[in-house]
């Protein structure tokens, strides 16, 4: 008796997640990533799950909703959760990972899953049979986007990404700084540069006039209408809002007094641990599309600065994201086709993790279709349900990508006391007990 089999395209988060959670379940899958043949404008190594922008997958705390829906991950056996608690770096009550260490581990844990196939081959289309799940991000190559354009009669959209820089350690002049966590939380793991009020008035004024990086040539068909997601905006872009956006924004000093008078600055620019090695650090909300040159002489006035060397300028590049609330169901399977299924940000779900889980029930659910088994429907009372639910019934209209939050997701059956805190609490127990059952369901009915 033949073995049931999907195929996956793409071996990002979301692609690598699906592959992992269908083979888990006795599938066999045929996963297909074009890299090292050829690599996107973003991409810059040839392994999976490459973290193109930050190396923070944000807030741990479960009362927060990205730290409910690793728990939820982590709950449902998630691989890319699995990487990234064994490839940490210190990030306060963030979660953050040495991002070569982080692809590396799930590279070499897909290419040695027995259950699935790496096929390095640019796909142009679905395989005509069988099922699939497309999870190729927010740069599909061209061939593969003509085919997703005419399955959906043209209804793709787009916003602008960017990515911060990358300062070496050793070139940081450790004299103008000190090492700090926002509110003591965590271990002290920030290097904090702060600013007087000459200071940030100089490098403001320097920053909204620096020259912009025009647009990669597979950018300019969109140059007219610049659309950036607010949670990666351009720092530049923040500033030119108001003279205070940036001081209550990635700038904001509080909670970060000054070890020499226990005062606060006027403003502090954030550096995170990229590596665990320490040599690498980024500047944290300091993603840019000004010039390469202009990135070293603005970002060069931040104290202790003076003399980085850039291991990275930041960069920017478009993110395509489909209409889905019109073309994808709960299970992120496309309506009018029940073999075909998406997930990752080319869905509608904003960040690392989101679209690892958009991986997960997608690729639980590919595979589920590929056994002959029901749907399994997350339910919105769970991060992994409510992002689903959005992505499927969100408004047709004006649909725009969405980050976890516990504003999509459905409310309590009874109000409670004791304010914002207590009710998040209530949320996560909510979410944790019916992801405990949903978790033995799975297992119980891969094993039967």
Not at 120 to 131: I, L, Q, R, Y
Not at 154 to 160: P, T
Not at 307 to 332: C, Q, W
């Amino acid at each position: 008796m033949s073995v049931p089999s999907i195929h996956v395209i793409g071996a990002g988060l979301a692609g690598c997640e699906a592959a992992y959670q269908a083979a888990s379940m006795g599938v066999k899958v045929f996963l297909h990533e074009m890299k090292p043949q050829k690599k996107t404008p973003a991409h810059r190594t040839d392994l999976f799950a490459e973290l193109c922008c930050s190396n923070s997958l944000r807030s741990e705390i479960p009362e927060n909703a990205v730290g409910l829906l690793k728990k939820e991950l982590a709950a449902m056996g998630s691989l890319i959760m699995e990487a990234a608690f064994h490839t940490r770096v210190p990030a306060g009550s963030s979660l953050a990972v040495d991002r070569d260490k982080f692809s590396r581990y799930i590279t070499e844990r897909i290419k040695n899953h027995p259950a699935i196939t790496v096929l390095e081959e640019e796909c142009s289309s679905p395989p005509k049979d069988g099922v699939t799940v497309i999870a190729t991000g927010p740069l599909t190559s061209e061939p593969l986007s003509k085919y997703i354009s005419d399955l959906v009669g043209g209804e793709k959209l787009h916003f602008f990404d960017a990515a911060a820089p990358i300062v070496d350690a050793s070139t940081i002049d450790m004299s103008k700084v000190f090492v700090a966590s926002r509110y003591g939380k965590g271990e002290a793991c920030y290097i904090n540069c702060p600013m007087d009020r000459e200071q940030y008035d100089a490098f403001y004024c320097a920053l909204i006039s620096a020259e912009e990086a025009p647009l990669k040539e597979f950018d300019r068909e969109s140059q007219q209408e610049l659309t950036v997601f607010e949670g990666c905006m351009p720092i530049e872009v923040m500033a030119k809002r108001g003279y205070g956006t940036l001081l209550y924004g990635p700038m904001k000093p509080v909670g970060l007094p000054l070890p020499q008078t226990g005062k606060e600055a006027y403003a502090i620019l954030q550096l995170r641990q990229e590596n665990l090695e320490k040599t690498m650090y980024n500047l944290v909300g300091f993603q840019t599309h000004l010039t390469f040159p202009a990135q070293k002489r603005v970002f060069r006035m931040i104290p202790g600065l003076e003399n980085a060397e850039f291991l990275r300028y930041g960069v920017m590049h478009r993110n395509t994201f489909l209409n889905s609330p019109k073309i994808l169901d709960e299970t992120y399977c496309v309506k009018n086709s029940e073999n075909l299924y998406f997930a990752g940000q080319i869905t509608g779900v904003e960040g690392y993790i989101e679209s690892a889980g958009s991986g997960m029930v997608a690729g639980i659910n590919a595979a589920r279709k590929a056994l002959g088994m029901t749907k399994l429907v997350f339910e919105p009372i769970c991060e992994l349900g409510a992002m689903a639910h959005y992505v499927s019934h969100g408004a047709i209209g004006d649909f725009q990508p969405m980050n976890a939050n516990f504003g999509i997701i459905a409310p309590l059956e009874k109000k409670i006391k004791g304010g914002k805190q207590a009710r998040n609490c209530a949320y996560v127990l909510r979410s944790l007990s019916y992801i405990e059952n949903v978790s033995k369901k799975v297992k119980e009915e891969s094993q039967a």
